[in-house]
């Protein structure tokens, strides 16, 4: 009886593997295996990061380095989910293929379906023949910062924003995906009314062995006065500006008054916001000062066999001496400590950085004319101790339907910006950041701190041998600058409409000697007020 019970079980059991066996077969049979490309349906640029899912599962990839990917699905039938931020998601039946060349369209952030082309006309979007990505002036305003163009991360696909290491206001490269070169300029042309701005940067001497970085054109414009910001993209999109426009256009499009029914309006605004250092320099906390692993180079063994760290040494800079164990040492400042590492020395340098921007502007019309006047008032505490900067901005913008086929319209800013301690770029010996890199782990904040000069008032820091190395606690309390900065910049134009429309502008550019530009702006905005 057991030996026939037996047999059963075991048939049971082999007919079970059996299915087991094929179903796994079956399941494998079915499974799919697809690959493919994901490009930018603008410029044909290849996409990193984008999100491929087969849909109602949780099976997904994403495109590496080069925009491609690999996916197994559970059936040559299922549909592909296909996400990017910035672009517009794509639900792609697979229907057996097993490869995929997919192009993503932008997804612009607009909240009208009319935007500003590159000759100054508002038309509807769909009509272009080029890419545009509008973002509005109210989406400026939720997180100011010194430079406009920051403001744009994250806000516009394929809009690479690097802001300099120079601290508040200092330039800011704007680079388009797709537009790069070995040798010419890459960057964006801006234009403000349909007027190309200098977008230089305004550098002291030095390039790559150091100097300040005192900002570019577009650092110097209000956020409080720009009514939208389009992004061209595209050969049309710049046909007006030539070559200049090769990598793209940013065209800014200041406010104007009187848009509302009423004939005066007020508007204040305030923001306060906070920065702190978030990316820093990852820097090892194993091997302190010395040379070959050893307390050697600038160090020294005394009669108690304690070494002896001697700053005048050439050998003092950099980490490549023994690991750092708590062993006793005589410091750089001649105490005696432990040898060991300082992980937070560099982070807990800087200080939480202060930025407050209070705005106030009067606008409206009168009979056949329009005003806005604007007053910004900014204040920034930079993250750099004792290093701050102010800046005041001064808009006006006026408009005169001078006769029903003829008008004129004017617009004008005026910058004045007052910056103490700013940080030295590259080799510069108040480069914070360069200063930390090449010192050795083990030198602490409380030595350089505690001992800034001796009795004679001459700078003491960890590395005596070099004039481009130094106490960054002296930089930012003895070794004080000082730059004050005016810029000014306007246009004036005058068209006349008919079967053609006549367009004559006048520009006007200054940076140093800007006062002569106010007179005018005052003569003008006199003239204007006659018409009351």
Known sequence: MKKGKTKSNLSKLILSGLFLISFSLISYSQSHTVVGTIFDNDDNSSLIGVTIRVQNTIIGTTTDIDGKFNLRTNSPNDTL??????????????????KLDVYLSQEATVLDDVVVTALGIKREKKSLGYSVTEVSGEDLQTAKDANVMNQLSGKVAGLDITSSSG?????????????????GDNQALIVVDGVPIDNSVVSSAGGEWGGSDFGSGVSDINPDDIESISVLKGASASALYGSRAANGVILITTKKGGQGNSKMEIDFSTNTSFEIPYVMWKLQNEYGAGRNGQFSGPWMINSDGIPVFDPNIDAAKGSWGPRMEGQTIIDWDGKEREFSPQPNNYRDYFRTGILANNSISVGGKFKSNNYRLTLTDLRNRDIIPNSNMNRTNIGLNLGSQLHKRVRFNMYGSFVNQRFNNRVGLSDMHNNVNRNYIHMPRNVSNESMENYIMDENGKAQTWYMNWPWMSNPF?????????????????????????????????????????????????????WFIRSF
């Open 81 to 98: 989910v296909i996400s990017f931020i910035g672009y517009k998601t794509q639900n792609i039946p697979l229907k057996g293929r097993t």
């Open 167 to 183: 601290g508040s206001a200092s330039s800011t490269k704007i680079v388009m995906r797709g537009f790069n070169s070995f040798t």
């Open 474 to 526: 002296w930089d930012h309390q003895y070794e004080k600058n000082f730059d004050n900065k005016n810029r000014a910049f306007g246009n004036a134009s005058l068209v006349i409409e008919g079967h053609l429309k006549y367009l004559g502008r006048v520009v006007i550019f200054a940076f140093k000697n800007s006062y002569g530009f106010i007179i005018f702006i005052v003569l003008i905005a006199l």
